[in-house]
């Protein structure tokens, strides 16, 4: 039976990427961005304590949703699902959406001057890290579609192996549970590209597969989503003091730790609060992938012009968040409306 809560903290933290990619524009760590903003301690604050668990939690909610997904298809029938409803939008996204966001990172940083079309020339050839934060080829936000895609068929072996294998979590003691972060931590040392570790989330989401997805779990961790909490606000706080200096000590097992027990903490509050479903919660159930897709795009545009009409940094930031949240909501329902772009996007009718 499908958990309504699990749905419903996938498309708030898809909303949640509204702020975190509008403060990356004024981050303070020396990253650069499509367009860049003032440096602003506060706002990175935001990024550093919610960027260690951010894409580790939608990769344990696409581990756990992949449980229900298998109870109703074999495994062919799951990837050819995963690459119709992966492949075919990060193709579309690639091609249609991302180069709207190197077309303004150019002109932003580079003074490019020439068409928009022009620039897929740039788009396609340029040298570039694969951030593509001042132009060049990225598949920007759009790694999560790809990375998804991949460990979903790497997961299907494991999963048809864990099937003849009898093991039984469901009575596995909630301090084991909290240990298996030492999983993505070692996952950490394979494949990292561009800052974001195969190894790490193909943990986090067996992990949503085989032991968050179990009943038994997520109600402990509902009965202990308290003790829980103040583990993760204890180590949220220590991450804040590693990042201003006050302390100097920042191990990377640190931050997986940090990240795991967050992730424990939503999930246990989900289970207790976010498990309901209306005419809102379904809207933004399947409407969250376009969003995904399109909200970054939304952002760079919006925030391209906004930057140059407006000087105070605490005024451009909601201006750039009220219309790339609305634009973004367009761009969903035109492309909900048109046969063609329902399937390059995997929007539900």
Same mark, same amino acid.
């Given at each position: ?35 860049? #903003? ?41 990837? &050819? ?6 492949? =075919? ?10 180069? !709207? ?13 020439? #068409?928009?079309? !022009?620039?897929?020339?740039?788009? *396609?050839?340029?040298? =570039?890290?694969?951030? %593509?934060?001042?132009? %060049? ?36 003691? =909630? ?11 070692? #996952? ?5 590209? #561009?800052?974001?570790?195969? %190894? ?9 597969? *085989? ?23 204890? +180590? ?17 097992? *640190? ?14 509050? %989900? ?7 209306? &005419? +809102? ?8 992938? !376009? ?22 940094? *605490? ?33 539900? &009718?």
């Amino acid at each position: 039976m499908r958990k309504n809560y699990i749905d419903n903290l996938r498309f708030i933290f898809v909303l949640m990427l509204f702020p975190y990619h509008i403060f990356m524009i004024y981050n303070s760590f020396g990253e650069n961005f499509y367009i860049k #903003g003032d440096n602003i301690d506060s706002v990175t604050t935001f990024i550093v304590l919610t960027g260690a668990w951010f894409m580790p939690l939608l990769f344990v909610i696409a581990g756990i949703s992949t449980t229900f997904a298998l109870q109703k298809r074999n495994f062919g029938e799951f990837a &050819k699902e995963r690459t119709t409803k992966l492949i =075919t939008p990060l193709i579309a996204g690639i091609l249609l959406v991302i180069p !709207a966001q190197t077309y303004f990172a150019e002109r932003f940083h580079n003074g490019y001057t020439g #068409g928009y079309f !022009a620039q897929y020339i740039l788009f *396609f050839t340029k040298e =570039t890290d694969l951030t %593509g934060y001042t132009g %060049g080829f990225t598949p920007a936000h759009l790694w999560f579609v790809f990375y998804l895609f991949i460990i979903s068929l790497l997961a299907i072996p494991l999963i048809a192996l864990s099937r003849k294998i009898k093991f039984d979590i469901k009575n596995l003691a =909630t301090p084991f549970v909290v240990s298996f972060f030492i999983l993505p931590f070692l #996952g950490n040392f394979v494949l990292d590209i #561009g800052g974001h570790s195969f %190894g790490e989330y193909f943990a986090y989401f067996m992990l949503g597969y *085989f032991v968050l997805s179990n009943e038994n779990i997520q109600q402990r961790l509902e009965k202990y989503r308290i003790i829980l909490l103040s583990i993760s606000l204890i +180590f949220m706080t220590l991450r804040g003091l590693f990042w201003y200096g006050i302390l100097n000590v920042h191990p990377l097992i *640190f931050t997986q730790f940090y990240a795991w027990t967050t992730i424990l903490v939503l999930i246990g509050f %989900g289970r207790k609060y976010l498990d309901i479903k209306n &005419k +809102f919660t379904k809207y933004m159930v399947n409407s969250s992938f !376009a969003v995904y897709i399109f909200h970054q795009t939304w952002i760079i545009v919006v925030g391209y012009y906004v930057l140059q009409a407006v000087a105070i940094p *605490f005024i451009q930031m909601p201006l750039i968040l009220v219309f790339s949240v609305i634009l973004t909501f367009i761009s969903y329902e035109v492309c909900k409306r048109l046969k063609v772009t329902r399937w390059l996007f995997a929007i539900k &009718k």
